[in-house]
């Protein structure tokens, strides 16, 4: 019998699966229970973790899930909830630097597989998906997050290719990375200008800086220079000020991964939280039997069956092929503000052990904001919301 509010059995049933979801989530588990739990901590603590783990996730299927199998990628017969099913997976661990750090190509390789050349796929893709080389994504600038449409790092055409220059800051995976995956302008201003260009981090006028966080301490994030940077013509990713479509896409996939990691997070707080409370002993009963505590739980497993059933509804209408912009938005701030409100609520729970290092609670507590902003604040989210709706 599962234990009563465990991270199982706060897991709403969804028609939408099937027996190869379960056998993946299944085959994932194992990876994350021997891999990946008895060492999460001390890599949060050490601020990084071993390169050959994208070996060995590429070995379980983790990092060619969803890629098409000429690439070395594993596409038949995969659809967009086995995605979440890794993500949440992965999730359980309690780390989001964890997450971020090894599933980077996620967000990284995307553009090179919907936009780039045949020749480049190729010469990208399966270095990728084996694991032996890291790509990183690099929108964020200094001068701005979100309004991508107004990126300033500049591509200059020359007779063999371009010339870059600027700046990126706050990439995940940017100290490690081998390949950059960089949005720049080529064009006049707005999103007609912009265009992606895959950048060999090693190139001449490439240089990287390490930043430290409040959170994701494991995975690296690094401000990036490109001074008078020369890339070949052949490095363009699809067409010249066409990156634009490229961006907003990789986004709405983003988001749905981001939402169901963030909801993870909420029952992997409600699972500790509870343990806790059934063990902790005040005013001679159970810290669980206290009227207050027991609502506490309530309202968390209300908000996180809430949350589930919207990520499974948008999931739904992507693998239909649907691009509900609005719903993907709205639902990666619904379940952002759900972990944010479960890490408070099992913080305030477990009291002085919560606020120790080493348990999952206080390390997903200190994450909550960058769920929160990353891959689109909660005030842009909401916002592109109401355009969306004609407002």
């Not at 379980?60 to 199998?69: D, K, R, W, Y």
């Not at 992997?268 to 002993?281: G, K, N, Q, T």
Request: hydrophobic share 40%.
């Amino acid at each position: 019998m599962t234990t009563p509010l465990s991270f199982d059995a706060t897991r709403l049933p969804s028609p939408h699966l099937n027996d190869s979801h379960e056998a993946w989530r299944k085959s994932i588990r194992i990876f994350v229970d021997r891999e990946i739990m008895p060492h999460v901590n001390d890599w949060d603590e050490a601020g990084g973790f071993p390169r050959d783990l994208h070996k060995k996730a590429a070995e379980a299927g983790l990092i060619g899930l969803g890629f098409p199998e000429d690439y070395g990628g594993i596409r038949d017969g995969v659809d967009v909830f086995h995605s979440l099913i890794a993500s949440e997976e992965l999730a359980r661990a309690g780390s989001g630097g964890l997450v971020a750090g090894l599933m980077t190509h996620g967000i990284g390789l995307p553009p090179i597989m919907a936009l780039g050349s045949p020749a480049l796929k190729q010469r990208i893709a399966p270095t990728v998906l084996s694991g032996d080389k890291l790509i990183a994504l690099c929108v964020t600038e200094p001068s701005g997050g979100s309004d991508v449409a107004n990126i300033k790092t500049k591509a200059t055409r020359t007779n063999n290719g371009y010339v870059v220059n600027g700046e990126k800051t706050f990439i995940t995976t940017g100290c490690r990375a081998d390949y950059l995956t960089v949005a720049v302008r080529t064009g006049g201003d707005g999103a007609a200008g912009l265009s992606f260009l895959l950048i060999e981090a090693d190139r001449p006028g490439v240089s990287r800086t390490p930043l430290k966080k409040m959170g994701w301490w494991m995975s690296d994030t690094a401000s990036i220079h490109f001074d008078d940077v020369a890339v070949p013509t052949e490095n363009l990713i699809g067409q010249e000020n066409g990156g634009f479509a490229g961006i907003v896409a990789n986004f709405n996939m983003e988001r749905l991964s981001m939402a169901a990691q963030a909801i993870a997070f909420a029952r992997a707080c409600i699972e500790d939280a509870a343990s806790w409370a059934r063990d902790r002993h005040t005013f001679g009963k159970p810290l669980a039997k206290h009227q207050v505590i027991r609502h506490k739980f309530a309202e968390m497993v209300r908000r996180t069956n809430a949350a589930q059933t919207y990520l499974a509804h948008c999931a739904w209408r992507v693998m239909k092929g649907e691009t509900p912009v609005a719903e993907l938005s709205l639902l990666k701030v619904e379940a952002t503000r759900t972990m944010e409100y479960c890490a408070r609520e099992a913080m305030q729970i477990l009291g002085g052990a919560g606020f120790m290092r080493g348990c999952r609670v206080e390390r997903i507590y200190r994450e909550v904001r960058v769920m929160a902003i990353g891959g689109g604040s909660e005030e842009i989210m909401n916002d592109l919301a109401a355009r969306q709706m004609g407002l």
